[in-house]
């Protein structure tokens, strides 16, 4: 059987690291509740996507950051108005390079 796969992947930084405790710049600024919060959003709009927290990214001076996939976006700073934010524009297939890292 084909396993169903969303349009859209979203990796919100929860600052795992390899022994799995989660430390860092994104854990510390609560991108964990980012993770709720998104899911709840992406239901409530209808899109099809998925929501994963994930290890560090490496960039902690910008987080908490979010990467979409398939497009390959990164965002920084990421809080529950950017969230909103990225979402609109994703919605109304706009363009979301303003909101992303540079």
């Not at 396993?3 to 992947?9: D, G, L, R, S, V």
Request: hydrophobic share 35%.
């Amino acid at each position: 059987m084909p396993i169903a796969k969303p349009e859209q992947h979203f990796f919100i930084c929860n600052s795992y690291r390899v022994a799995g405790e989660a430390k860092g710049a994104c854990n510390a600024k609560e991108a964990g509740d980012l993770l709720a919060y998104l899911e709840t959003e992406i239901l409530d709009r209808g899109l099809d996507a998925q929501v994963s927290g994930c290890g560090c990214l490496k960039i902690c001076t910008e987080g908490p950051v979010m990467v979409v996939y398939p497009e390959g976006k990164w965002f920084g700073q990421v809080d529950e108005e950017k969230l909103d934010s990225i979402l609109d524009a994703i919605e109304d297939g706009e363009d979301t390079s303003e909101l992303e890292l540079a």
